[in-house]
Every structure is written in structure tokens, then in C-alpha cells.
């Protein structure tokens, strides 16, 4: 099956897309035993982790966090213009996005990549010919971060047993939290797993499916 995102997962991950909220700096992935088919309404009180059998929950999509908007003193008079923003937190390479700056010309709203010159400065690569103050700077993910949770995403995530679970209990899905603890999507595997003995694997690779779209 797809994942099915539940109502809380979608807001959180609008609040995130949105600047709303505070960034995740992981995800992990668990287990559930009960025979469950997921729901949009679903929450995790409607599933069951698995017990035992040396499993453990998987924390994937690390370094995935953003840095907090960040208050902007001024843009130089440069080309490239240095943009003085005190205890920035952004490294080389960084895609940021500036938001109401005023008085520059032209303008340097929008996001730029950028070049590091220390904790309290950076310079964008743009010709400014009159300087401007004020606003805000907020970093979404560099180039090596998205290449990070792409792979990521796109790899496979193995859990390895150490013998059947608590029970003999069966693999009927799993579900997914953000690292501030918020359920995001839930999944049901295509076809259920039942552990049993030392170096059994179960291999959950997320399929996408957006709207009634075919899963992926």
C-alpha cells in the first residue's frame, strides 16, 4: 500500500513547509502489530509497536533541520552585498531566504545561496547599488542536505530481529514521527511479516502516492 498521511502529519508538515513551526531534525520509522489498515484519521493510539525481538525503531532523515529566521541589520553597497546579521547560524552554501528587507536597490528578497565570511556576516551574489536594512534571513537546506534526504529517502530501511517478537506477534505496517513527536504517515505492508529467528530482516522501503495518484 501507499502511505496514508494522517491529519496531524499533514499540518505539521504544512506548519514546516510554511516557516510556521519549529524544523525536524529527524524522522523515525516504527513498527505496529496490530492487523490496523491506516486512515487519514489515524493517531498512534491506534497502533500497537512491536515487542521484542531485538527490534528498535529507526531514526532516518537526519540533518534535515532548518536554522530560525534570523533579524537582518543591513545589505552593502557591493557585488557581491554583505548582509550583516548578527549570530546568522548559516554555513557556505547555504539557500537562504530574505524577507522584508527595505530600502536596497534592487531589491534582495528571495532566497539566494550564499557565500560564508563570518558568524555575523554572509554576501549573496547580487549587484547592490543602494544599500537597505532590516528584515529577516532563514536557511532552508543546502545542496549537500538535500542530496542527503534524497538518498535517504529513496533507501531502503532494514529492521533486523533477534528472534521472533514478544507473542509471536506479525509485522502489519509501520508509521512514521516527527522528531518533535508529531504522527505523520502510517503504512501498510503489502504483505504481513512474522519474525522467528536470529538475523530475520524486514525491509520497509516507503511508497509515495500523492492524491489517487499510483504509488511509487
Known amino acids: 500500500m501507499a502511505i496514508v498521511v494522517a491529519d496531524t502529519g499533514a499540518a505539521d508538515m504544512l506548519k514546516v513547509v510554511f516557516n510556521a513551526t519549529a524544523k525536524w531534525s529527524y524522522i523515525t520509522l516504527k513498527l505496529f502489530t496490530n492487523n490496523y489498515t491506516p486512515l487519514d484519521t ?104 538535500v542530496s542527503n534526504i534524497e538518498q535517504q529517502a529513496a533507501s531502503p530501511v532494514p529492521f533486523v530481529f533477534t528472534g521472533a517478537l514478544t507473542g509471536s506477534a506479525t509485522v502489519y505496517g509501520y508509521w512514521a514521527e516527527s522528531s518533535g513527536g508529531v504522527f505523520l504517515w502510517a503504512d501498510r505492508l503489502d504483505s504481513s511479516y512474522t519474525p522467528a529467528s536470529s538475523g530475520d530482516t524486514l525491509t520497509i522501503t516507503p511508497k509515495y502516492q500523492a492524491s489517487k495518484g499510483t504509488p511509487t
Open 42 to 145: 489515524t493517531t498512534v493510539g491506534d497502533l500497537t509497536e512491536a515487542p521484542g525481538g531485538g527490534y528498535t525503531a529507526k531514526t532516518v532523515m537526519t540533518n534535515v533541520a532548518y536554522v530560525a529566521a534570523t533579524a537582518i541589520t543591513s545589505s552593502s553597497v557591493a557585488s557581491p552585498s554583505n548582509i550583516l546579521a548578527t549570530a546568522h547560524g548559516m554555513s557556505n552554501g547555504d539557500r537562504v531566504t530574505i524577507a522584508s528587507h527595505s530600502g536596497s536597490t534592487p531589491s534582495i528578497n528571495g532566497t539566494h545561496v550564499i557565500t560564508y565570511v563570518d558568524a555575523n556576516n554572509f554576501t549573496i551574489p547580487v549587484n547592490v547599488t543602494v544599500g537597505g536594512t532590516g528584515g529577516t534571513v532563514s536557511r532552508g537546506w543546502n545542496q549537500s542536505q
